[in-house]
């Protein structure tokens, strides 16, 4: 089974733009959740998605936003870029078949490294 | 409402020698344990994880970790750390209900020859 795919893997951007990233989770997984990891702030959750529908989130501005397709894939948009938001940005999926599914791993991709300049 | 407290930040111990990486939680509602690992340039992977039952957990790579519901620690362990082991250590929560997933802030363990 191919695992989570994130793209791209790096990407530049300058202050005040917007940038859309994009993961593929693994087949049959209808979970999908993203995360910002920064070396002064660590793992943070964004939010996580399950059938199309934000199931959760974290605790960031409103400029952070996603969406899941119907074929579980997920975008997570930026907009109005800071350089504060320089980060590692990880997708994480999981199979999820409701109420339960909180006690599978997640399983995730190598992230995006997004630079703001 | 959870949060993960991860005691140590860095770990720094000799090859084969014992290693317990210690984690705190704290939550209103009651959540699964996980530990996972991040080798460098690459994503998370599950080391091990505490659903219910015994309160000792066996994972992968010769780790394990103790649950202990009374002090609400999830500390990991191995008794015999090798150069590989090298990386950084996630402990985390999620809520079994929502199923929301909160991380700490990370422990990084280098093993020296």
């Known amino acids: 089974k191919a695992g989570v795919t994130q793209t791209p893997r790096y990407l530049i951007k300058t202050r005040g733009q917007q940038v859309t990233l994009s993961c593929s989770p693994i087949?049959?997984?209808?979970?999908v959740s993203w995360y910002q990891q920064t070396p002064g702030q660590g793992l943070q959750f964004l939010f996580e998605?399950?059938?199309?529908?934000?199931?959760n989130k974290g605790n960031f501005p409103g400029r952070f936003s996603g969406r899941q397709f119907s074929n579980s894939r997920s975008e997570m948009n930026v907009s109005t870029l800071e350089l504060g938001d320089s980060a590692l940005y990880l997708c994480?999926?999981?199979?999820?078949?409701?109420?339960?599914?909180?006690?599978?791993?997640?399983?995730f991709g190598p992230g995006t490294r997004l630079t703001v300049l | 409402a959870q949060s993960v407290t991860q005691l140590d930040s860095q770990v720094p111990v000799f090859e084969e020698a014992p290693v317990e990486l210690r984690c705190n939680y704290s939550?209103?509602?009651?959540?699964?344990l996980f530990w996972y690992v991040q080798y460098p340039n690459q994503g998370l992977q599950l080391l091990l994880k505490?659903?219910?039952?015994?309160?000792l957990v066996k994972g992968i790579n010769g780790f394990e970790a103790e649950f202990n519901k009374s002090q609400t620690s999830f500390h990991l362990r191995k008794p015999s750390v090798h150069i590989s082991d090298t990386a950084e250590y996630f402990c985390?929560?999620?809520?079994?209900?929502?199923?929301?997933?909160?991380f700490g802030d990370g422990t990084t363990l280098t093993v020296k020859p």
């Open positions: 505490y659903l219910s039952g015994s309160t």
């Open positions: 994480a999926s999981r199979t999820n078949n409701g109420a339960g599914a909180s006690y599978n791993e997640q399983f």
């Open positions: 985390a929560v999620s809520d079994q209900a929502r199923g929301k997933s909160t």
């Open positions: 939550s209103s509602v009651s959540v699964y």
């Open positions: 998605y399950f059938s199309e529908t934000q199931r």
């Open positions: 087949s049959g997984h209808r979970s």
